[in-house]
């Protein structure tokens, strides 16, 4: 039928390949350095959005990788978001500040600057994006259960109202088929408490030479049904696979770490199905 043909064409197009342009917001710390460099050997054309791009060059240490400025907090700049967007066919949002006030709040780094607004700041501008395909946002277990412990003291603070938030704006935004493309595919990823490197430039280069992506297995549940820790490598693969897997789209799931081996690109798959299933 008709329908079924548009329908088929509207899935092709929303597949991401090799040479196709992916920005990553937060692409300097430990996960987002890991996402990059996958990514990056994938074949994708990579681009971080930084506040201080020559750090980010040297921190990130690899010419291939486009640094563009953007500053999402206290010198914002309309423009500079755009310009970070344009041509992009996804994006990965792993931003992030402390739950509770320290040094990082410095400067505006608060939950609701950094998790809510810069977040929404880019979700909204996300919209206006023809080329874009797929967003990937990466918050935290627990936004759904703020009033159970252990969240409830994590919450003290706002940080997983604020998580919630951001992910609100990108479902709403990926939703808007008013919007530039008609819309893009959402994945919301809520890791568990982040444990263990990378911690420094060697540590990367070690991690990314780990067969089949990183040194352990997840445990993937939809919603936010999970608690435990979840080490930095198995979520850098998590996103990775969100990318490039064409049967993750439009889901929201937790993960934590388990003993199991990494999970190979066939049980992705199989996992996504079934989170597509569940939701």
Known sequence: SNEQSI?????????????DKIVVFGGTGGVGQLV???????????????????????????????????????NFVQEDL?????????AVISLGTTAFPTQKWKDGNTPSAIDRDAVTKIANAASN??????????????????????????????????????????????????AAGGGFDYVIIRPGRLVGGPYTNLDVAKLLQ????????VTVEVGDQLLGDCKRD????????????????????SIIS?????LTSEEWTKQFVTLKEKK
């Open 7 to 19: 329908n088929e064409v509207d899935k092709i197009s929303k597949q991401l390949s090799a040479g």
């Open 36 to 74: 990059t460099k996958k990514l990056g050997s994938e074949g994708f054309d990579m681009r971080v959005a930084a506040r201080n791009t020559e750090r980010a060059s040297e921190t990130l240490n690899d010419d291939s990788i486009q640094t563009v400025p953007l500053d999402l907090t206290m």
């Open 82 to 90: 755009e310009n970070a967007l344009e041509g992009a066919s996804a």
């Open 129 to 178: 994006v023809e080329t874009l395909k797929k967003v990937v946002l990466v918050t935290s277990v627990g936004v759904n259960r703020i009033k159970e412990m252990p969240f409830l003291f994590l919450n003290l603070f706002g940080v997983l109202d604020c998580k919630r938030d951001g992910e609100d704006a990108v479902i709403a935004s990926s939703k808007n088929k008013e």
């Open 210 to 217: 780990i067969e089949g992506g990183a040194e352990n297995g």
């Open 234 to 253: 198995a979520l850098a693969e998590t996103v990775v696979q969100c990318l490039i897997n064409d049967e993750c789209k439009d889901i929201d799931f």
């Open 258 to 262: 388990n003993e199991d081996p990494a």
